[in-house]
């Protein structure tokens, strides 16, 4: 069955260290995004990637990056640099974006920093 | 940028029905999506609608679009206690390039 997968479901990491959470999708989709949701905001974009070996900033990018060198594969990583790490981080793709096709979404990566 | 706004919170008894409500502000989305999310989990797509239509129905699914007042509805038939989770609204809005999320309805069944 195709989809997407993030891993790990959970992650701790000490305050100062870089993370990087993965997500990779079989649905030949395009579109590739990463939000972030912590209680009672919703979902905020941090990046997305419309095609291979591009990618956009999205409403709260500073100290997240991304890289985007093949089509099924779209790892986030999480630096230090980010004043607020803990968070539910969802990773989703689309078809494309141009036709505003439907998002799905991974299971998610609970990221906890101390 | 578009704002999406939904009730925090909704309780049902288990067989009546749900209805959850969604306002926006992009008098242009073309694209509205409803998606369920359960605990520790991502988000499930459970239906759309096109800004094209007013009613769609999906077995107990029910959207409604009203244009005119920039509202969205779900409504769940004979709601169940596996219906229990979040549920957010959606929009691809018309002159903006992203996806907009609501802040998430908490649909609590009660058996």
């Known amino acids: 069955d195709g989809g997407i997968t993030q891993s790990p479901k959970y992650l701790f990491r000490k305050e100062g260290q870089n993370v990087t959470l993965s997500c990779e999708q079989n649905?030949?989709?395009?579109?590739m995004y990463w939000y972030r949701q912590d209680p009672g905001q919703g979902l905020r974009l941090i990046y997305y990637?419309?095609?291979?070996?591009?990618?956009q900033k999205g409403d709260i990018a500073e100290g997240y990056s991304v890289s985007r060198e093949k089509k099924e594969s779209f790892p986030l990583t999480v630096t230090s640099a980010q004043k607020n790490p803990t968070a539910f981080y969802l990773c989703?793709?689309?078809?494309?974006?141009?036709?505003?096709?439907?998002?799905?979404f991974g299971n998610g990566t609970r990221l906890t920093v101390t | 940028g578009e704002d999406v706004e939904q009730s925090l919170f909704l309780s049902v008894r288990e067989g009546d029905s749900s209805v959850i409500n969604c306002t926006y502000t992009?008098?242009?989305?073309?694209?509205l999506y409803w998606y369920k999310q359960e605990p520790g989990a991502g988000l499930q797509l459970l239906t759309y609608i096109f800004s094209n239509m007013d009613m769609k129905q999906d077995q107990r699914l029910t959207v409604l679009l009203n244009k005119k007042d920039k509202h969205l509805s779900l409504r769940i038939a004979d709601t169940q206690t596996g219906d229990s989770a979040i549920y957010f609204c959606a929009l691809w809005g018309g002159g903006y390039q992203k996806v907009t999320f609501g802040t998430g309805t908490k649909l609590q069944v009660i058996p």
């Open positions: 649905l030949n989709h395009d579109a």
């Open positions: 989703a793709s689309s078809k494309t974006r141009a036709t505003k096709s439907p998002l799905h």
């Open positions: 992009d008098s242009s989305s073309t694209y």
């Open positions: 990637s419309q095609i291979v070996n591009d990618f």
